[in-house]
T-cell receptor, first 112, second 111 residues
Framework: RKEVEQDPGPFNVPEGATVAFNCTYS??????FFWYRQDCRKEPKLLMS???SGNEDGRFTAQLNRASQYISLLIRDSKLSDSATYLC?????????????FGKGTTLSVSS | DVKVTQSSRYLVKRTGEKVFLECVQD?????MFWYRQDPGLGLRLIYF???????EKGDIPEGYSVSREKKERFSLILESASTNQTSMYLC??????????FGQGTRLTVV
């Protein structure tokens, strides 16, 4: 089983749609979780951290289920500018150092 | 403003050449990382460093080495470049509890 798995998509949705991305991780000792966004030919940038209680930032909501080792990202009222690849990221503190492990990403395309 | 700078955006090298990719961060971060990103494979960790002169292998270290002589600088070395090392290389740095910040990437082509 891969360490971090995501549905690669692509997800093609119209403007205004609500879309959800899922991610599972294999290491039960994983400590921190993030969603990154990567635009075409650009470097990844942090979208939001994921907290145990769930957290929201405007149209974006992240959820964590430790028992199921599952992370989600919900985007409401999709905008054209949301088109990007969304990367699920897990931090495993039981390795030497503190390596961030990335999923392969889920591609979102929002159309008008 | 936070900054991670990679020395080149685009590089073309010949098979067998020794290649140096440089990364510098100005945030006094302890941790630095080198990833490569390929279509369909996502970001894969090559090496990381959690302190000066300290390094750990990631998932795909074969054919690569690294150097961290100063806290702000982390170098990736391709000892003898091969065509299967053609890729996008991304450097990142991170403090103990902060998010990771990425450089703009180096697109390396080995011919």
């Amino acid at each position: 089983r891969k360490e971090v798995e995501q549905d690669p998509g692509p997800f093609n949705v119209p403007e205004g749609a609500t879309v959800a991305f899922n991610c599972t991780y294999s290491n039960s000792a994983s400590q921190s979780f993030f969603w990154y966004r990567q635009d075409c030919r650009k470097e990844p940038k942090l979208l939001m951290s994921v907290y145990s209680s769930g957290n929201e930032d405007g149209r974006f909501t992240a959820q964590l289920n430790r028992a199921s080792q599952y992370i989600s990202l919900l985007i409401r009222d999709s905008k054209l500018s949301d088109s990007a690849t969304y990367l699920c990221v897990v931090n495993n503190l039981n390795q030497a150092g503190t390596a961030l492990i990335f999923g392969k990403g889920t591609t979102l395309s929002v159309s008008s | 403003d936070v900054k991670v700078t990679q020395s080149s955006r685009y590089l073309v090298k010949r098979t067998g050449e020794k290649v140096f990719l440089e990364c510098v961060q100005d945030m006094d971060h302890e941790n630095m990382f080198w990833y490569r990103q390929d279509p369909g494979l996502g970001l894969r960790l090559i090496y990381f460093s959690y302190d000066v002169k300290m390094k750990e292998k990631g998932d795909i270290p074969e054919g690569y080495s690294v150097s961290r002589e100063k806290k702000e600088r982390f170098s990736l070395i391709l000892e003898s470049a091969s065509t299967n090392q053609t890729s996008m290389y991304l450097c990142a740095s991170r403090g103990l509890i902060t998010e990771a910040f990425f450089g703009q990437g180096t697109r390396l082509t080995v011919v």
